[in-house]
């Protein structure tokens, strides 16, 4: 518990099978690359998306002129 408290998902009590410890440490390093991504697409996205409103503010700008 007192480790959940410090930012732990979970701990793994002893003895433990290597299996299982291999298991969960790979399905963490698979969450993190997961995480990892979506922040970069939704990044690119965001910078994306503000391209395209600037382009359309100035295409209307144009326009008006």
């Not at 433990?16 to 690119?44: G, P, W």
């Amino acid at each position: 518990v007192e480790a959940m408290k410090h930012g732990a998902f979970y701990y793994i009590a002893k003895p433990f099978r290597n299996e299982e410890l291999i298991m969960r440490v790979r399905n963490h390093v698979q969450l993190k690359l997961a995480r990892d991504l979506i922040k970069k697409y939704s990044e690119t996205y965001k910078d994306s998306r503000n391209n395209m409103m600037a382009m359309f503010l100035k295409l209307s700008r144009d326009m008006e002129a």
